[in-house]
T-cell receptor, first 114, second 119 residues
């Protein structure tokens, strides 16, 4: 069975500061990994995905994540936070033959202070 | 190009009642998945439909059932509602690759959800 743990249900940063959202996964085989973002009153939107190509993955809006197999981690980063980044972020994992069935973490709410 | 649309956006039911939620997938998509998102939690997979059949199912009781129509739209039905069924129900669509199951790209397009409150 696969699972995802997101450390920190709430993260607060100042505008312009580094954003780091943590995600650790548990999987018996190398998984596919994803980050989704959910803005208030909107559906989830795919930020980026790891599917066994480059371990450093770049996504939309300046976000990137690095797959580290030895640490079973897939942390999300952005060098400089913007007010518009305030949202809920979800890490998700999928088995390689899971046909797009995703297991999500509990989410991290990012708050950006002016 | 219309994205994933869901209806109703909000509804209130009482325990024991039944509810039907509806979803129209993004244009060009033929696979629909349903997720339940309880307050303060991540979405949980309920089931997935393509070719008008349930293809995968998560850990949800038989009270949760679904249907997919020839135009690829889908319904989620929940019978004998419990207080714990209160949640945001998300529909997600994706295209199906050649040869059967959806490609495992993880790129799901989500609707804004139907928020169900059970009193």
């Amino acid at each position: 069975a696969q699972s995802v743990t997101q450390l920190g249900s709430h993260v607060s940063v100042s505008e312009g500061a580094l954003v780091l959202l943590r995600c650790n996964y548990s999987s018996s085989v190398p998984p596919y990994l994803f980050w989704y973002v959910q803005y208030p009153n909107q559906g989830l939107q795919l930020l980026l995905k790891y599917t066994s190509a480059a371990t450093l993955v770049k996504g939309i809006n300046g976000f990137e994540a690095e797959f580290k197999k030895s640490e079973t981690s897939f942390h999300l980063t952005k060098p400089s936070a913007h007010m518009s980044d305030a949202a809920e972020y979800f890490c998700a994992v999928s088995g390689r033959n899971a046909g797009n069935m995703l297991t999500f973490g509990g989410g991290t709410r990012l708050m950006v202070k002016p | 190009d219309a994205g994933v649309t869901q209806s109703p956006t909000h509804l209130i039911k009482t325990r024991g009642q039944q509810v039907t939620l509806r979803c129209s997938p993004k244009s060009g998509h033929d696979t629909v998945s349903w997720y339940q998102q309880a307050l303060g939690q991540g979405p949980q997979f309920i089931f997935q439909y393509y070719e008008e059949e349930e293809r995968q199912r998560g850990n949800f009781p038989d009270r949760f059932s679904g249907h997919q129509f020839p135009n690829y739209s889908s319904e989620l039905n929940v019978n004998a509602l419990l207080l714990g069924d209160s949640a945001l129900y998300l529909c997600a669509s994706s295209p199906r690759g050649t040869g059967g199951a959806p490609p495992n790209t993880g790129e799901l397009f989500f609707g804004e959800g139907s928020r169900l409150t059970v009193l």
